[in-house]
C-alpha cells in the first residue's frame, strides 16, 4: 500500500465509525478512544457519528450494553436512515430522497420468489430495507438472479451483502457514504476533514467516498479486504490492530489525534 504523508494534526473532524466489531470489539481500547473523542469534540468540535446496519432498537442495545458515548448523529439501518436532532425520528429531507424509485412491498413481493431468504427479525424490516439472512453458499447464485427479478420491476434499488450472511435491499441513492456525505454538506466539513472506519462489505460505500480519509481495522472482513485491494488509494489506512484499537492507530497515523 502506498504511504500517505503524515499530515499535521487536525483540530476539527468528521469521525464516522460502524460499530459491530469497528468500534465495538475491545473494551479497552474503547474506554480510550471515548475519552479522545469526547476530548476533542469539547476542545474544538469534532462530530461523532454512528453508522451502522443496526435498527433503533438494536442500536439503544448496543448503546447501553457498551456505554458509548453520545453521538451528534446517527445513520442506522445501512445508510437509510438518519437522525439528527433528538426526536427519535429521522430526518424528513433524507428520508425525502431517498422515496423516489422506491417500492417496499413490490420489494417485498419479489423476494418471496427465493426460499433461500430468510427474514430478519422485523425490528430490521424498515420503511427503506429489507433484510434477510443469506447462506454464503448460495450468495453468488442467488444475488444476480434477485437482482435481475428486481431490475425487471423498474425500481431502483441495490443490493448489500456482507459478513457472508446478511443482506439489505435499500434504494439505490442510500447507504452509509452517501449519508456521511449528506451529513458533511449539513455541516460544512470537507472531505479531508472527514474520517470513516469499518471492517465489513456494508461499510465499503463508506470507504468509496473520494478524498476522505478511511481505516480499516485490522479485523475487516475478508469481503472488505478484497474491495480495499481491488481500488487501493493512499487516502486510506489499514490498521494492524483490532476494532477500537485499529482506529485510535488510524487516526494517529492520519494526524487526526496526536
Not at 481500488?231 to 489499514?238: D, G, K, Q, W
Request: charged residues 25%; aromatic residues 8%; negative net charge.
Amino acid at each position: 500500500m502506498v504511504k500517505l504523508t503524515r499530515e499535521v494534526a487536525v483540530a476539527k473532524f468528521l469521525f464516522v465509525t460502524d460499530l459491530d466489531n469497528t468500534l465495538v470489539g475491545d473494551d479497552k481500547a474503547l474506554f480510550e478512544l471515548n475519552h479522545r473523542l469526547e476530548q476533542t469534540r469539547q476542545e474544538h468540535g469534532t462530530k461523532i457519528v454512528y453508522a451502522t446496519g443496526r435498527s433503533p432498537i438494536l442500536y439503544q442495545e448496543l448503546k447501553d450494553e457498551k456505554n458509548l458515548i453520545e453521538p451528534d448523529s446517527l445513520i442506522l439501518a445501512v445508510g437509510t436512515e438518519i437522525y439528527l436532532d433528538g426526536t427519535g425520528a429521522p430526518d424528513s429531507e433524507w428520508s425525502k430522497k431517498l422515496s423516489s424509485g422506491w417500492n417496499r412491498d413490490v420489494v417485498v413481493s419479489t423476494t418471496t420468489q427465493f426460499s433461500e431468504l430468510i427474514p430478519q427479525h422485523d425490528s430490521e424490516q424498515r420503511s427503506f430495507k429489507v433484510s434477510f439472512f443469506l447462506q454464503e453458499e448460495s450468495a453468488a447464485r442467488v444475488l444476480p438472479q434477485l437482482e435481475s427479478e428486481l431490475q425487471k420491476s423498474g425500481l431502483d434499488v441495490k443490493l448489500i451483502y456482507s459478513s457472508g450472511i446478511d443482506l439489505d435491499i435499500v434504494p439505490l441513492g442510500s447507504d452509509k457514504g452517501q449519508a456521511v456525505q449528506f451529513l458533511g454538506q449539513k455541516w460544512k466539513f470537507v472531505a479531508e476533514q472527514t474520517v470513516v472506519c469499518g471492517d465489513s462489505g456494508n461499510d465499503i460505500a463508506l470507504f468509496a467516498v473520494e478524498a476522505g480519509r478511511g481505516i480499516i481495522v485490522g479485523n475487516a472482513r475478508p469481503e472488505l479486504l478484497q474491495w480495499h485491494n481491488e481500488h487501493p488509494a493512499n487516502s486510506r489506512y489499514l490498521a494492524t490492530n483490532f476494532c477500537a484499537g485499529g482506529i485510535l492507530e488510524g487516526l494517529q497515523y492520519f494526524g487526526f489525534l496526536e
